[in-house]
């Protein structure tokens, strides 16, 4: 008995065409990426009912020839690729769209191409032309598609309400819109634009006719290349205050693609400077086409990069440094708990203490400055600072380090400020640790620990990396009693320990003598610093990169290393801040933590009820 046959041709087309078109938004995906590929200017996009009565996409584009007609609505019929799809520089190639569209639909297609006399426009109902006649028109082409699923029930019953089908819809345009900023755009549903972009090529101009226009003060540019790898685009700041809803598109050579690799590194370096991920982005990313295999998946929207690990790489790298060029403050969270948290009683002490200030208030506060100028204000002396600093970070002053050109102030630093809050007034030390210094209409704190640790940690890196590190020889041995585990670890580790700028030698049982240790630490505890290197040492397991695990046993020893800020001078903070405008990054510590904060005197004028 035979059980196995052949499906008929119609059923084929049926199963196909269930595969491409799900709803009016697959419609329109596949219609807009057409126009896109015919080398559209100007489309525009006009849908009733969430797709299913209407959807009609017109461009004035390169049209189709005359002979051509019949064959674009079959299936695999393409005028994009010719032998093989190793370089595939078109949204389409499958040639299944118009094929799966018409099969579903009424469709009527109206096209020119530039060296037709007239237009051609044809009618098809579930695939076959009806009619075809001349009418007039421009170059380019009109495809309207008509009473979706009508000869399909049982699809037809699977579309959501009108609404939702139109949110859908506006999604689609809305990422196919930003894909290509270069192109105009408009989409109308049910006779109400929803929206309009010029085409000029300005993503920010783009984004902000697609996603509103106050949304891109919140943005931090990027943009970098690293041959063959291009990107731009934007991410959100950590101040962002959008929608909730999180909004990351990755446009891969002009078309819409999902990359978890490409969110997962993001993540890993929004991380990085902020402490958390899930940021915003849009991204636009362009590499060869032979670097990319965009078929391994129906719909196109995954795309497998040929060599992932490098290209996330560098992804990785040019991200790190935008934002490390573009560091953002985190504002005045202070001012929110304000508002929420203060409960009756303490609002009762707090309206009392209110008055009392602003009334001594008045005498003492400078009157509001709408623009900061800095060059406006008198810088302070340098040269106390020099003297003392010098034995305490071993900075050479350079005054060539000032630098003349003004600063993004205030929203998007970099880290020139360091060098100008180092002429700025110095107001005190706050509960032993935020150094404070009045710049303009803000006040910047500094935490004067995770400073610290920073320089500490990116001196000793450098002289570790450099081989230059610098040994302090002990005149009396220090002796660590140790558990039997972590005398076994420092037995098994003691080149590592030299490598990092501690001899140590095995005293007697379950005890280590340390003969010299770096110099940086040399006044500081050294029985907490080793502890820690030792702890770490223990959680290792998994790290096998020596200088990863350097990298994080000196950021272990470091944040040991810190001693007590409560007395912490004027002159110290400000060698502190130089120092700080020496690193790598000095917007952090090693471990993350922010070093500067800053509160505008509107905050303080909001307080207290000024304005
Ligand atoms: P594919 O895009 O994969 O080639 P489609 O079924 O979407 O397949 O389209 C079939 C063919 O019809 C295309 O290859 C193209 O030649 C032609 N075509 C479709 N839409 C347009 C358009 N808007 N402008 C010019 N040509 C078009
Ligand atoms: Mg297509």
Redesign the pocket.
């Known amino acids: 008995m035979k059980l196995i046959k052949l499906l008929s041709k119609e059923l084929i087309d049926k199963i196909a065409a269930g595969e491409v078109v799900v709803n009016g938004a697959s419609v329109l995906k596949?219609l807009l990426?057409?126009?896109i590929?015919?080398n559209s200017k100007n489309i525009s996009v006009a849908v009733n009912n969430g797709g299913k009565t209407l959807i009609r996409v017109s461009?004035d584009?390169?049209?189709?020839y005359k002979e051509?007609i019949p064959n674009?609505i079959l299936r695999n019929?393409?005028?994009?690729i010719e032998n093989d799809i190793d370089s595939i520089a078109t949204l389409?190639?499958?040639?299944?769209?118009?094929?799966s569209i018409s099969y579903v639909s009424k469709m009527t297609l109206i096209t020119k191409t530039q060296s037709d006399d007239c237009a051609t426009k044809i009618e098809v109902e579930a695939n076959k032309i009806i009619n075809t006649e001349s009418v007039s028109g421009n170059k380019g082409?009109i495809?309207e598609v008509k009473d979706l699923f009508y000869n399909i029930p049982a699809r037809y019953k699977h579309l959501k309400k009108d609404s939702a089908e139109t949110s859908e819809i506006i999604d689609i345009a809305v990422q196919i819109a930003l894909s290509h900023p270069e192109i105009s755009f408009r989409l109308q549903c049910d006779s109400k634009e929803i929206f309009y972009t010029d085409g000029t090529g300005d993503i920010a101009k783009c984004i902000s006719s697609l996603l509103g226009k106050n949304l891109i003060n919140q943005l931090i540019k990027i943009d970098f290349e690293d041959q063959p790898l291009f990107v731009s685009g934007y991410i959100s700041s950590p101040n962002f205050t959008g929608e909730k809803s999180s909004c990351r598109m990755i446009f891969l050579n002009g078309r819409v693609i999902k990359c978890d690799a490409v969110n997962k590194v993001v993540d890993s370096v929004y991380k990085e400077y902020y402490g958390k991920s899930g940021a915003d982005f849009i991204l636009y990313i362009r590499l060869p086409y032979a670097m990319i295999d965009v078929n391994i998946h129906p719909a196109k929207l995954e795309v497998k990069f040929l060599n992932e690990s490098l290209v996330t790489m560098l992804i990785k790298q040019g991200i790190r440094e935008v934002l490390k060029k573009n560091f953002i403050l985190k504002e005045e969270p202070i001012y929110r708990s304000f508002d929420t948290k203060i409960n009756a009683a303490e609002n009762l002490v707090f309206e009392e203490a209110k008055n009392f200030i602003a009334d001594k208030a008045e005498k003492v506060l400078p009157p509001i400055q709408n623009q900061t100028d800095l060059s406006d204000l008198t810088p302070f002396s340098t040269d106390t600072y020099h003297k003392e600093a010098h034995h305490i970070y071993k900075y050479e002053p350079d005054n060539d380090l000032l630098p003349q050109e003004k600063i993004d102030f205030p929203n998007q630093l970099n880290k020139e400020i360091f060098i100008r809050l180092v002429n700025m007034k110095y107001i005190g030390n706050a509960f032993g640790v935020y150094a404070m210094i009045e710049a303009g209409d803000e006040l910047f704190a500094i935490d004067t620990h995770a400073a610290h640790e920073r320089v500490l940690y990116d001196q000793y890196l450098m002289d570790f990396n450099n081989h230059t590190l610098s040994i302090q020889t002990l005149m009396v041995p220090v002796i660590l009693d140790l558990s039997a585990k972590n005398y076994q670890l420092v037995l098994n580790n003691l080149n590592l320990f030299e490598s990092l700028g501690f001899e140590l030698d095995d005293f007697a049982h379950n005890s280590i003598a340390v003969r010299s240790m770096p110099y940086y630490l040399s006044d500081r505890d050294i029985q907490t610093i080793l502890q820690k290197i030792i702890e770490e040492i223990g959680n290792f397991g998994t790290i096998g990169d020596v200088n990863k695990r350097s990298e994080k046993l000196i950021k272990a020893a470091c944040h040991n290393a810190v001693r007590g800020s409560e007395d912490i001078s004027e002159q110290e903070t400000r060698a502190l801040l130089k120092a700080l405008y020496n690193t790598q990054m000095p917007f952090t510590c090693p471990h993350g933590r922010p070093v500067l904060g800053k509160l505008k005197i509107s905050y303080f004028m909001k307080a207290f009820e000024r304005i």
């Open positions: 596949e990426e057409n126009s590929d015919a461009d584009g390169d049209g189709i051509d674009a019929a393409t005028s994009k389409g190639f499958r040639g299944e769209a118009l094929a082409t495809i």
